[in-house]
């Protein structure tokens, strides 16, 4: 098998409108969607993002007909704590081919929309690295760790001494990580689009040095241009540390495929 992206949206998340058939047209390879689950705060008076389950199984069975199968059901879970037994009933009774585990918001507000100016950086990563380890602390149904620097795109010119303070709690997430099978998201557009990409040759760096051995490699798309976004590039970084391997999943069973050239 080939490796193929594992992080995509549609019209079945918020923030896309992006159509499945326009992601099937990019390759022959299968196409999974992770789409948005999100509970949000009172505090927060932003509705709820709950996926539309009958529906996306409805529209998924409807182009399998058409196109050999090729269409897998994934999600994508915004963690927190408070929300972790809603996320849960959520989950019960549904199946999903990968489930991604995410940290966008703290129930006050938003990693992306934060007003930087009022929080420091260093007071940020301790916060946002202590929300990540109850995440992954509390979320075993997980199958991948995405975009891990999430919370870091809205400072700019974040550096790897920044991240380097904070390993202690670091090799506590990528521990659990470890222990529980989850594999580590290479996320191409933070890397590329959010100038990310020597956080992520760290954060490569010492989960292999701790006994990491999964990887996904995924472009986190909202438009099917961005498909397979800068993969080359995150393949190459990659090989610099020896991986050989990148994880998929079906009915969140892992199978290992041969790193890509």
Do not use: C, W
């Not at 975009?147 to 990528?174: M, P, S």
């Amino acid at each position: 098998m080939r490796y193929y992206d594992q992080h995509l949206h549609t019209y079945f998340s918020p923030d896309s409108s992006e159509t499945f058939e326009n992601y099937l047209l990019q390759s022959d390879l299968p196409v999974v969607t992770t789409e948005h689950l999100d509970f949000f705060s009172s505090v927060q008076a932003i509705p709820n993002v709950i996926p539309d389950y009958t529906g996306y199984v409805q529209k998924l069975d409807q182009l399998n007909a058409e196109y050999d199968n090729r269409l897998l059901k994934g999600i994508e879970v915004g963690f927190t704590y408070a929300d972790r037994h809603r996320i849960e009933d959520f989950l019960a009774d549904k199946t999903y081919d990968i489930q991604l585990l995410s940290i966008h918001h703290n129930g006050r507000h938003g990693f992306m929309t934060l007003n930087h100016d009022t929080k420091s950086l260093n007071t940020h990563l301790d916060e946002y690295f202590d929300l990540m380890l109850e995440a992954v602390n509390h979320a075993p149904y997980a199958n991948v760790l995405a975009h891990f620097d999430f919370g870091l795109r809205g400072y700019d010119n974040v550096q790897l001494t920044d991240l380097e303070r904070k390993e202690t709690v670091l090799t506590q997430i990528f521990n659990k990580m470890i222990q529980q099978d989850q594999a580590l998201e290479l996320n191409t557009r933070s890397m590329y689009r959010y100038d990310n990409a020597h956080l992520y040759d760290y954060a490569i760096a010492l989960y292999t040095q701790l006994g990491g051995k999964l990887f996904t490699v995924s472009s986190d798309a909202h438009v099917a241009a961005d498909y397979q976004l800068y993969f080359t590039d995150a393949y190459a970084m990659l090989r610099r540390h020896n991986v050989q391997h990148l994880a998929t999943y079906q009915n969140q069973t892992i199978q290992l495929v041969d790193l890509p050239n």
